[in-house]
């Protein structure tokens, strides 16, 4: 009998054990999961700064310029985006949310280039997978061939000045994000980055083998989640792709869903998006 009172307080003890060590670690999961939360929303509050703060300059270039239709539609979805971007990302509360205000992003930053294309007399641009190293620079302006450390060598887009770096073996400007107590380049930051990556380079088709040998790419490819396997290389819904960059409509912001990425250079044509209140910027 007594063997048996004994029994059961070791087992009751352990099972007490075994369930504080299960809350314990739960709580340490969503601790460090409301962390990862915190800095990838600190990178994409970044870009929305950086992107509001482009469109002030913008602002600036065009102020006394007599603006044709085109470039009136292309500034009015930069604005749109804009608000829309800093809208959805206050509404964020788990990290998937991110893909979306990324998403926006891309787009305002090809529409800024078409108006600046356009105030110039230029064709449009292509609409182009964002600069790899930093997206925060815009649409790419060409492929560079680029070896990440331990990976092997492939093409990855790039904007005119980081292509320039690479060729002459120079170091481009990366984008680096917070990973512990140190910054990163974003392709090394691992699966909590993976909806912020997505939302930039999904559309263009050419994930997860853009990313082959880093960290990311191990994320696209299943090695940490397999949710992130196939669904980011289906892109977004497809739309129309052969319009005019600029006929996005004046209300209505590039924040939803987008087609194919053009290679004719007419800018392709990502009509989604809802209807936004415009940005802060005047004409």
């Known amino acids: 009998m007594t063997f048996l009172l004994i029994a059961l ?35 994409a509050d970044e870009d929305v700064t950086q992107f509001g703060e482009e469109l002030q300059r913008l602002d600036s270039e065009l102020a006394g310029n007599e603006l ?9 979805r930069a604005l749109d985006d804009y608000d829309d971007a800093k809208q959805s990302l206050d ?35 292509a609409r182009r997978p964002p600069c790899f190293f930093n997206p925060q620079h815009g649409p790419s302006a ?13 093409d990855v887009p790039a904007c005119a000045l980081d292509a320039e770096r690479v060729e002459r073996g120079a170091e481009p400007d990366s984008r680096k994000v917070m990973l512990g107590a140190q910054r990163v380049p974003y392709w090394q930051a691992g699966p909590a980055y993976a909806p912020w990556t997505a939302g930039y380079f999904a559309a263009s088709g050419i994930m997860p083998a853009l990313f082959m040998g880093t960290m990311m790419g191990m994320v696209f490819s299943g090695g940490f989640d397999g949710s992130y396997d196939q669904g980011y290389s289906d ?19 590039g924040g939803g869903d987008g087609g194919d990425y053009s290679a004719s250079g007419d800018g392709g044509g990502w009509d989604g998006g809802g209807d936004f209140g415009g940005g802060d910027f005047g004409f």
């Open 9 to 43: 307080v070791v087992l009751g003890v352990l099972a007490f054990v075994s369930s504080q060590n299960r809350k314990k670690l739960a709580d340490q999961q969503r601790e460090t999961a409301a962390h990862e939360l915190a800095g990838v929303k600190q990178t």
């Open 142 to 154: 060409r492929d560079v061939l680029w070896t990440p450390e331990r990976g092997a060598p492939r």
């Open 68 to 76: 044709d239709e085109g470039t009136r539609q292309d500034y009015q």
């Open 91 to 125: 509404a964020v509360t788990e990290g998937e949310q991110i893909r979306h205000v990324a998403e926006i992003l891309e787009d305002g930053r090809y529409a800024v280039a078409c108006v600046r294309a356009r105030v110039a007399g230029e064709e449009l641009p």
């Open 235 to 253: 892109g977004q819904d497809s739309g129309d792709s052969g319009g005019d960059g600029g006929d996005s409509g004046g209300g209505d912001g």
